[in-house]
């Protein structure tokens, strides 16, 4: 059974930082790119879609990442311990949100999915950061 389990969300004040974690199992990371996206508030976002953080390639390491997380974020993999991270760093409180963990095949490349239903999603974490 393949799964996804989001942990090290929490709440921190802006200019702060966060370290999410993803343990994946199931999964061959060869075939896989891994990511993170965040859910916006509802007051944010009614629609309560899903926008791509960050991912990257289970087989190489090649990284892909918004542009208004670039330079501030930083996505890795452990192979051997089969977990993707998502260091945050200068947070601001448009971060804010429910992250999840995603993983699709690495056949439709590293960049975020133009169907989301084709991923697998962990069931998410809180990250709120205060003014």
């Known amino acids: 059974e393949r799964q996804l389990v989001e942990s090290g969300g929490g709440l921190v004040q802006a200019g702060g930082s966060l370290r999410l974690s993803c343990a994946a199992s199931g999964f061959d990371f060869d075939d896989y790119v891994l990511g993170w996206f965040r859910q916006a508030p509802v007051r944010q976002a009614p629609g309560k879609e899903r926008?791509?953080?960050?991912?990257?390639?289970?087989?190489?390491?090649?990284?892909h990442y918004a542009d208004s997380v670039k330079g501030r974020f930083t996505i890795a993999s452990d192979n051997a311990k089969n977990e993707v991270y998502l260091q945050m760093n200068s947070l601001t409180p448009d971060d804010t949100g429910v992250y999840y963990c995603?993983?699709?095949?690495?056949?439709?490349?590293?960049?975020?999915?133009?169907?989301?239903?084709?991923?697998?999603w962990g069931q998410g974490t809180q990250v709120t950061v205060s003014s």
């Open positions: 995603a993983a699709w095949s690495i056949v439709f490349g590293v960049e975020f999915p133009g169907n989301q239903n084709f991923a697998y």
């Open positions: 926008k791509g953080v960050s991912c990257i390639s289970g087989a190489d390491g090649t990284t």
